[in-house]
């Protein structure tokens, strides 16, 4: 497998689906009031860059980096089809917008995920690059069903 990721193309209905897929999961997974993934239109903002990954022409995922400050951003967004899960995808993603965090001169970078035990591998692989538990950021208040976390660039 050899997967690139680009520049995501946000007009595509492969990346429409691919969204709707992701929406799909979090929805089954948490309560909606307690979904912070982003939709199509908040995608599509000037402050969030999104990137996607292919494996040859197949779209597999995707993953984004919101601009909440001068020093500070926030991972979103991050998605692997589940064909492709457990092949290392989500760690050369977030790999990806951390690099690109370090470029834009962040110095914090955070991210939202689910409490439930369907988003305990995105918390362990989180853990694993040292994000650390945080208080809500942002926007976010304190939610029994959501996970904050960050950490220092």
Not at 73 to 98: D, N, P
Not at 128 to 148: A, K, L, Q, R, T
């Amino acid at each position: 497998m050899t997967v690139e990721i680009q520049s995501a193309d946000l007009e595509t209905p492969e990346f429409a689906a691919l969204i709707d897929t992701h929406a799909e999961l979090m929805l089954s997974l948490s309560p909606p009031g307690s979904c912070h993934f982003l939709p199509m239109d908040g995608l599509k903002r000037p402050d969030v860059t999104v990137w996607e990954m292919r494996d040859g022409e197949a779209l597999v995922g995707c993953g984004a980096l919101q601009h909440l400050s001068d020093t500070h951003g926030e991972v979103k967004s991050m998605h692997t089809l589940a064909a492709y899960r457990g092949a290392g995808l989500g760690r050369r993603m977030l790999e990806h917008v951390i690099a690109v965090a370090r470029q834009r001169g962040y110095t914090q970078l955070s991210l939202e995920t689910g409490s439930m035990d369907g988003f305990k591998p995105s918390r362990t692989l989180y853990h694993s690059f040292g994000f650390e538990i945080c208080p809500p950021f942002g926007d976010y208040v304190e939610d029994p069903n959501s996970v904050f976390m960050s950490r220092a660039l």
